[in-house]
Nanobody, 125 residues
Framework: QVQLVESGGGLVQAGGSLRLSCAASGRTFSSYTMGWFRQAPGKEREFVAAIASSSGNTYYGDSVKEGRFTISRDNAKNTAYLQMSSLKPEDTAVYFC?????????????????WGQGTQVTVSS
């Protein structure tokens, strides 16, 4: 089972960009579908993006489907990324990466059995 550590969060002005990284331990990273979720204060955790293990297919949540966010992975580095651009104050949240044995880019939180500790992203207006 992998262990996940997120990094790259911080404070950014509206319209700015950040790239989150999710470093995984273990030698089986390429076999996991990777997902990003976020949780804003007082709100439920929501799906942001996922990238499938074998196909590399991606899927995005409704709040970021306009193309502001891009998920990617580098299996040689055991790392998944979330490139975020044109950030808005409503993107402020704790961002979590997660790993799943499901073969497709699943949006279902229950399909992810390993989670990172989260990284804070704050977008100021």
């Amino acid at each position: 089972q992998v262990q996940l550590v997120e990094s790259g969060g911080g404070l950014v002005q509206a319209g700015g960009s950040l790239r989150l990284s999710c470093a995984a331990s273990g030698r089986t990273f390429s076999s996991y579908t990777m997902g990003w979720f976020r949780q804003a204060p007082g709100k439920e955790r929501e799906f942001v993006a996922a990238i499938a293990s074998s196909s590399g297919n991606t899927y995005y949540g409704d709040s970021v489907k306009e193309g502001r966010f891009t998920i990617s992975r580098d299996n040689a580095k055991n790392t998944a990324y979330l490139q975020m651009s044109s950030l808005k104050p409503e993107d402020t949240a704790v961002y979590f990466c997660a790993a799943s044995r499901i073969l497709w880019a699943t949006t279902v939180q229950g399909h992810y059995d390993t989670w990172g500790q989260g990284t804070q992203v704050t977008v100021s207006s």
